[in-house]
């Protein structure tokens, strides 16, 4: 799937995969770290890391703090990489936030037909401390 990763951007210029992740443990952050990594090494994502939600999105996927944690995204071409749209988490067949399937896909058709939003490398924040 390729070895980048992105953040969305707010049209406002907020990194809001950011801002998710500091709302996270600093568990859940160290997971998603390494499953990033990991991900990035391989050429083709599987479950139960990763999976389809069809039309064109996919879900990043690890359990921490006894909740099913996702990050909802799609593949991205310029510049190539894995978009990463929105953190969730999952219970149930439940979101939380629970329109986050819709707001990912708004979210990339913001980007991709509207010019609304933007990305950026994901680069996971060191100073999450700081901002809470």
Same mark, same amino acid.
């Given at each position: ?5 992105? %953040? /969305?951007?707010? !049209? !406002?210029?907020?990194?809001?995969? !950011? ?9 859940? #952050? &160290?997971?998603?770290? @390494? ?7 391989? &050429? ?18 690890? *359990?921490?703090?006894? *909740? ?20 969730? @988490?999952? *219970?149930?067949?439940?979101? %939380?936030?629970? %329109? !986050? ?5 708004? #979210?990339?058709?913001?980007?991709? /037909? ?8 994901? *680069? ?9």
């Amino acid at each position: 799937m390729g070895s980048g990763f992105l %953040d /969305f951007k707010s !049209a !406002a210029g907020n990194n809001l995969i !950011a801002e998710w992740y500091c709302g996270v443990s600093v568990e859940c #952050r &160290a997971m998603f770290d @390494t499953l990033l990594e990991n991900l990035g090494k391989q &050429a083709e994502w599987k479950y139960p890391d990763y999976k389809s939600l069809g039309d064109g999105l996919g879900e990043i996927r690890w *359990k921490c703090d006894k *909740k099913q944690h996702r990050v909802i995204g799609c593949r991205w071409t310029n510049p190539s990489g894995f978009l990463l749209l929105i953190g969730c @988490t999952h *219970k149930d067949q439940i979101y %939380d936030p629970p %329109d !986050a399937i819709n707001t990912a896909d708004k #979210r990339r058709r913001g980007i991709q /037909f509207q010019n609304r939003g933007s990305t950026c490398v994901h *680069k996971s924040p060191e100073d999450c401390e700081v901002e809470e």
